[in-house]
């Protein structure tokens, strides 16, 4: 997409790359921020398409490489070795420090907004599990996880969600079950502005084209909630 490039994003730790997809006018006035978080794929061709799919929903976005300190700018696929490798990289990740970097992230393209614009955190899978950390702690302005794989591991975080947070699942996920997603709803259900959908037909990863696992219908369906959640969220 013409209106995107990878920029830097500098932290305590180091700096690390991050894609950069602007809308289609290319100019960042009264457009709201999206960071875009990643699976353990890396920001791959596939996390760039959906951050162009943002950018063209009129947001700004910004898709930071979470897996820079072991393997920057790694890109990988969905089966054979490199979801071997792609395993072995989510399990060396420190996930306070990729907490950071969303942090940093988030501050960066503040600085491209107009002052007052708000940030949302929308992740997949591992990244849906660092977007509702980043709520949590309040580095963003709303968040939406897609299938956030460890999210009931910090569910005593969830009392801290002072920000409207979107949950999508899939009904047929084998690494999220359903007693999974019950749990995570009724941490979730008392705070203010959260809201879980489940879709039936769909499995891990049903939001990914590039996956044998993607779902049309749920897919589409998922992505409009969120950009009506986003409109909603996100305005002035």
């Known amino acids: 997409?013409?209106?995107s490039q990878w920029i830097r994003v500098e932290t305590v730790d180091g700096g690390f790359d991050a894609y950069l997809?602007?809308?289609?006018s290319g100019k960042t006035a009264d457009a709201p921020g999206v960071v875009l978080v990643q699976e353990i794929f890396?920001?791959?061709?596939?996390?760039?398409?959906?951050?162009?799919?943002?950018?063209?929903?009129?947001?700004v976005v910004l898709a930071p490489d979470i897996f820079w300190r072991d393997a920057p700018r790694v890109e990988l696929g969905y089966?054979?070795?490199?979801?071997?490798?792609?395993?072995v990289l989510r399990k060396s990740v420190d996930v306070e420090k990729a907490v950071a970097d969303i942090d940093a992230t988030a501050k960066v393209l503040r600085g491209k907004l107009d002052a007052g614009a708000?940030?949302?955190?929308?992740?997949?899978?591992?990244?849906?599990?660092?977007?509702?950390l980043s709520a949590a702690r309040g580095q963003v302005d709303a968040a939406v996880p897609y299938y956030g794989g460890g999210i009931h591991n910090y569910l005593g975080e969830a009392a801290n969600l002072n920000v409207p947070v979107q949950f999508h699942y899939g009904a047929l996920d084998s690494h999220i079950t359903p007693d999974i997603v019950t749990s995570v709803s009724e941490a979730v259900k008392s705070r203010p502005n959260t809201e879980v959908f489940v879709y039936p037909h769909a499995d891990h990863g049903f939001n990914c084209w590039a996956r044998a696992s993607y779902h049309q219908p749920s897919a589409a369906l998922a992505h409009g909630?969120?950009?009506e959640f986003l409109a909603k969220t996100l305005s002035k």
């Open 225 to 227: 909630r969120s950009l």
């Open 118 to 132: 708000k940030v949302a955190a929308v992740g997949y899978c591992f990244g849906g599990l660092l977007s509702y």
């Open 79 to 87: 089966s054979g070795d490199d979801l071997a490798r792609a395993m």
């Open 1 to 3: 997409m013409s209106n």
């Open 42 to 59: 890396g920001v791959n061709e596939h996390i760039r398409g959906v951050a162009d799919q943002y950018a063209m929903d009129g947001y």
């Open 21 to 24: 997809a602007l809308p289609p």
